[in-house]
């Protein structure tokens, strides 16, 4: 692993500090997981866009910069120590996009890549239902055949699809085929929610936001594969979803939905808030100088997969080890700041407060973390399932 930036790497970081340093919204903006803050926070996508800097590593004909990885993460840890917005298109543009390179048709990637760089089109993600979370192969929404219209009906019921209040379209698993075993018989469609048949019923989160919505499809034609993208398709091939959408999971454990540069930004604001308010505490100074080491041990361990991902490999269920350390570390950083603020904390607006109640899902969302040990015990380690 070679741990030395190049001439032209260096360049992409001071280009990219120095664009965020002039346009990062000042006062920062309010939460994206409300109406208004998520009106707010399109203006700042389609800004990034202007510039090329919503999906970097994107080909330009996409509506990106062509950068490498390694200028990727660049970018997002200058993103991130300037304090950028969080990103609303996040399960677009890192969750989605990377499957629509890996399994879309060149007509789907030339549709659905440029408007989702634009935060035209906004994705969530469909795959939880009522009955089917950590054991998602036992959803139940069905894709029915429609041979004479040449394509699907879709009907059944999604829920806890983040911002799918405020989305354009969704991702998600459908059964095509009722008699096939759990994995298998699984498609992979992506929806327009203005379709007629789609009902999306928004509610609010535990701490106020109220980005959540459940999704209810009432029989709603999706077109076959890539013959009509504005009405969404199918992604892959029939009956083999699964695969697809374990690669969707890779993104979302691994390298693309938690880079580092996230964590190296809160341990570095931890270590502020410690010089001005701990008073040289010896405890409290333990849990910031952990948290610090572990947010630099989550960086090394990136590098080490993208030299791998760079080399050909693929990170495969390694991306459950990184999904267990990154969200127990963001828990970790902002309750050693809580402990900092004491009383302080409970005061409305902190920061490190709502940071603290949203890190505490970090364990539940992108699969529950007792399922990522199960899967890093069986599929890393290689133990026995039982
Ligand atoms: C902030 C947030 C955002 C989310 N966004 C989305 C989204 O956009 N789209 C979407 O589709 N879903 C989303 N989800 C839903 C998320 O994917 C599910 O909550 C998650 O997969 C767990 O499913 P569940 O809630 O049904 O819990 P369950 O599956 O019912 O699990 C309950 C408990 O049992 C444990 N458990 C279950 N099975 C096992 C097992 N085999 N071994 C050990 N323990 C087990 C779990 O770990 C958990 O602690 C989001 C969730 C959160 C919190």
């Not at 510039?51 to 910069?65: D, K, L, N």
């Not at 989702?116 to 089917?132: I, R």
């Not at 992604?235 to 691994?254: F, K, N, P």
Request: aromatic share 12%.
């Amino acid at each position: 692993m070679d741990l030395t930036w190049s001439a032209d790497e260096k360049a992409f970081r001071a280009e990219a500090r120095s664009w965020l340093e002039a346009h990062v919204p000042d006062p920062a903006l309010p939460s994206g997981d409300t109406a208004a803050g998520f009106a707010l926070h399109l203006e700042w996508e389609r800004a990034l866009f202007e510039t090329g800097y919503s999906a970097v590593s994107w080909p330009v004909e996409y509506g990106g910069r062509a950068a490498s990885l390694w200028e990727w993460l660049i970018f997002e840890e200058e993103y991130y120590r300037v304090g950028a917005p969080q990103r609303v298109t996040q399960n677009g543009i890192f969750l989605l996009a990377p499957t629509i390179f890996e399994y879309g048709t060149d007509a789907q990637r030339s549709y659905y890549l440029p408007r989702m760089a634009a935060a035209e089109d906004l994705w969530g993600q469909g795959w939880s239902e009522p009955n089917a979370g950590s054991d998602l192969a036992s959803l139940t929404s069905r894709a029915v055949r429609d041979e004479a219209a040449g394509g699907w009906r879709l009907t059944g019921q999604k829920t806890w699809t983040t911002r799918g209040a405020f989305c354009t379209h969704m991702f998600g698993l459908f059964r095509s085929d009722g008699d096939a075993e759990r994995h298998r018989g699984l498609t992979y469609f992506m929806v327009p929610l203005d379709e007629p048949g789609v009902t999306v019923r928004g509610f609010g989160r535990l701490d106020g936001d109220e980005g959540f919505a459940e999704v209810f499809l009432d029989d709603v034609f999706v077109p076959d594969g890539d013959s009509d993208p504005a009405r969404g398709g199918v992604l892959g091939d029939i009956d083999q979803g699964w695969g697809v959408a374990m690669a969707t999971t890779t993104s979302e454990r691994g390298l693309t939905l938690r880079s580092p540069g996230r964590f190296r930004a809160t341990a570095t604001r931890l270590i502020d808030l410690y010089r001005e308010r701990a008073g040289g505490d010896p405890q409290l100074a333990d849990a910031v100088v952990q948290g610090w080491i572990e947010a630099e041990a989550y960086e090394l361990y990136t590098l080490s997969d993208v030299t791998q991902i760079t080399s050909g490999g693929s990170p495969g269920a390694r991306s459950s080890m990184n999904k267990l350390f990154w969200s127990e570390l963001d828990v970790k950083l902002h309750l050693a700041a809580l402990d900092i603020l004491g009383p302080d904390a409970e005061l409305a607006d902190e920061p490190f407060m709502k940071g603290y109640e949203f890190a505490l899902s970090g364990p539940i969302y992108a699969g529950t973390n007792e399922i990522q040990r199960n899967i890093a015990a069986e599929r890393v380690l290689g133990l026995p399932r039982k």
